[in-house]
């Protein structure tokens, strides 16, 4: 039988969410969880895999087992023996073609700033000190969304096979004086895109990029050309569709 595991994470601490032989993950404590609660080895797959210190506030991932239970029961179970940082939200079956990954239809991620200095933002956002353009920043996201070839925002030496993603928002929102997070969903993302899309937008936020030239490094597909990947601490998966 399939079920779905649903959690969410603070990933200060761990090496990105994708099993790593010299880094604790956040899938490696999951599958500790589980197996110990259902006494078998399980793995699970996970909706998509977050970077190094990338937060999720939603993310699925699927299991399968021939274990009896009471999903409610694993989920209070589990809460119990993982860390503080990693909390599980439920535990549903599904059918068995349902899979965390390839069924989802888009996944929404946030990435958080702020322009004065605040301690109980600085793990999950990050400070910025010069003036952003954010009504120009919105129009180059509006930019971002006449495109599905993102190779230029995507990390050097990645192993995708293709570069195509079909972006359907790209807005920045103000949620405080001094506190934004842009907001972008798509159905797939690449690796390091959100943060390389983030470090581009804040270069035509600071008027060194103009919106040509922002159109202009989306076609020409190149890395170089694009802004810096900004810090992985402000990023957070905030929604996964199915």
């Known amino acids: ?3 779905f595991i649903w959690f969410n994470y603070d990933g200060t601490n761990y090496h990105g969410w994708q099993l790593q032989p010299n880094g604790n993950t956040v899938q490696a404590e999951l599958q500790r969880g589980l197996t110990l609660l259902l006494r078998e080895e399980i793995t699970v797959t996970g909706a998509g895999r977050t970077d190094t210190g990338v937060h999720a506030r939603e993310m699925a991932a699927h299991f399968d087992t021939e274990a009896v239970f009471d999903e409610a029961e694993l989920t209070k179970k589990m809460n119990g023996v993982l860390p503080q940082d990693i909390s599980v939200r439920k535990v549903e079956q599904v059918s068995p073609d349902m899979h965390a990954r ?13 322009t004065r200095k605040n301690p109980f933002l600085r793990h999950f956002s990050l400070e910025l000190h010069y003036q952003l353009d954010f009504p ?3 129009e180059a996201g509006r930019i971002l969304m006449e495109y599905d070839d993102f190779g230029a925002f995507c990390k050097a030496g990645s192993d995708v096979k293709t570069t195509i993603c079909h972006v ?10 001094d506190a934004w997070y842009f907001e972008i969903t798509a159905n797939r993302f690449l690796r390091n895109m959100v943060r390389a899309v983030v470090g581009t937008l804040i270069e035509v936020g600071r008027h060194r990029m103009t919106l040509d030239e922002f159109r202009q490094v989306i076609e020409g597909g190149r890395r170089t050309q694009a802004g810096e990947s900004m810090p992985a601490l402000a990023l957070c998966l905030e929604k996964v569709e199915y």
């Not at 359907?168 to 004086?177: K, L, Y």
Request: hydrophobic share 40%; net charge positive; glycine share 0%.
């Open 168 to 177: 359907t928002a790209a807005q920045w929102h103000q949620t405080a004086e």
């Open 1 to 3: 039988m399939r079920y």
């Open 136 to 138: 120009l920043m919105n």
């Open 102 to 114: 390839f069924s989802a239809k888009a996944r929404t991620y946030h990435y958080y700033i702020h």
